[in-house]
């Protein structure tokens, strides 16, 4: 039997996740990798290694669920119905393992936003406007229900190891000596949701302004759409043609999960109409 897949090519959008890469949030819980259980006891190693459980490897994770690549589910900022907290609505039920999977694949769109898009001050980011969306429509016709809109700025070339990754989130957050990711603004999230699109992805650390998250995420998540943030590799990736799928660990009461993100993309090159 032949392999349905032979005749795409399969692309990895997923970051590489470690303690010396900036994979999570600056204000939160940093990812730690710890050995738990080594081969055999190494007392004299810099970091002491013991053999409690027998002759394997194994390490434990501290790990917060928006770490390296990763999606909102709605939880993450839609409260619940009843608690009576601003914004609450019935979005505020669907956390990570509530989140289809068919929703977290589909017809790739890649819209290209790149870090220059707009002058922006440090610490803030340029809005990606509903002009690029209807510029890409234009070029490559009408966004349909079911598509995933993946934000392509190339972020994530300032994803680099110890102090050399700074550039992916600190120095806009904390030390406010750069300016941010490009973001899309509200009105560019809600002309995605009247086209249907219920999944969209960015190669930035977030889907929300540097200097204010929170509305696009409030406009977006209550609106039944997922995000897919800090992808990678989004220029392997053509217009159209492509089929993307991200798979989240499938947390109870998560508001995201880290995950494995990658695409189907035709050897051919033929970009779908």
Same mark, same amino acid.
């Given at each position: 039997?032949?392999?349905?897949?032979?005749?795409?090519?399969?692309?990895?959008?997923?970051?590489?996740?470690?303690?010396?890469?900036?994979?999570?949030?600056?204000?939160?819980?940093?990812?730690?990798?710890?050995?738990?259980?080594?081969?055999?006891?190494?007392?004299?190693?810099?970091?002491?290694?013991?053999?409690?459980?027998?002759?394997?490897?194994?390490?434990?994770?501290?790990?917060?669920?928006?770490?390296?690549?990763?999606?909102?589910?709605?939880?993450?900022?839609?409260?619940?119905?009843?608690?009576?907290?601003?914004?609450?609505?019935?979005?505020?039920?669907?956390?990570?393992?509530? =989140?289809? &999977?068919?929703? *977290?694949? !589909?017809? #790739?769109?890649?819209?290209?936003?790149? $870090?220059? /898009? @707009?002058?922006?001050? %440090?610490?803030?980011?340029?809005?990606?406007?509903?002009?690029?969306?209807?510029?890409?429509?234009?070029?490559?016709?009408?966004?349909?229900?079911?598509?995933?809109?993946?934000?392509?700025?190339?972020?994530?070339?300032?994803?680099?190891?110890?102090?050399?990754?700074?550039?992916?989130?600190?120095?806009?957050?904390?030390?406010?000596?750069?300016?941010?990711?490009?973001?899309?603004?509200?009105?560019?999230?809600?002309?995605?949701?009247?086209?249907?699109?219920?999944?969209?992805?960015?190669?930035?650390?977030?889907?929300?302004?540097?200097?204010?998250?929170?509305? =696009?995420? &409030?406009?977006? *998540?209550? !609106?039944? #759409?997922?995000?897919?943030?800090?992808? $990678?590799? /989004? @220029?392997?990736?053509? %217009?159209?043609?492509?089929?993307?799928?991200?798979?989240?660990?499938?947390?109870?009461?998560?508001?995201?999960?880290?995950?494995?993100?990658?695409?189907?993309?035709?050897?051919?090159?033929?970009?779908?109409?």
């Amino acid at each position: 039997m032949s392999n349905p897949l032979e005749e795409f090519e399969l692309v990895d959008l997923t970051l590489v996740v470690a303690e010396n890469l900036p994979c999570w949030w600056p204000a939160h819980m940093p990812y730690q990798q710890k050995t738990f259980n080594y081969f055999a006891d190494q007392p004299e190693a810099p970091q002491q290694l013991l053999a409690r459980a027998g002759p394997y490897q194994t390490h434990w994770l501290l790990i917060d669920e928006h770490t390296g690549t990763h999606f909102d589910a709605p939880t993450h900022f839609i409260p619940p119905p009843a608690s009576g907290l601003p914004h609450a609505g019935a979005m505020g039920e669907v956390s990570a393992e509530r =989140v289809p &999977l068919d929703q *977290l694949m !589909g017809r #790739a769109a890649v819209l290209d936003a790149p $870090a220059d /898009l @707009a002058p922006a001050e %440090p610490g803030v980011s340029p809005y990606i406007e509903p002009e690029v969306v209807s510029s890409w429509e234009a070029a490559y016709g009408e966004l349909r229900p079911g598509d995933v809109v993946l934000f392509r700025s190339g972020w994530d070339r300032l994803y680099r190891r110890s102090t050399d990754g700074r550039g992916y989130c600190e120095d806009v957050l904390i030390h406010r000596s750069a300016p941010g990711w490009p973001a899309p603004g509200v009105e560019t999230m809600r002309l995605l949701l009247e086209r249907g699109v219920r999944c969209v992805g960015t190669d930035a650390p977030t889907m929300g302004a540097a200097h204010d998250g929170v509305p =696009v995420h &409030l406009t977006g *998540l209550s !609106g039944g #759409a997922v995000f897919v943030e800090g992808l $990678a590799n /989004l @220029a392997a990736l053509p %217009p159209r043609g492509a089929w993307f799928c991200f798979a989240p660990l499938k947390l109870e009461r998560g508001t995201g999960a880290p995950g494995r993100a990658f695409a189907f993309v035709p050897k051919n090159g033929v970009e779908e109409a």
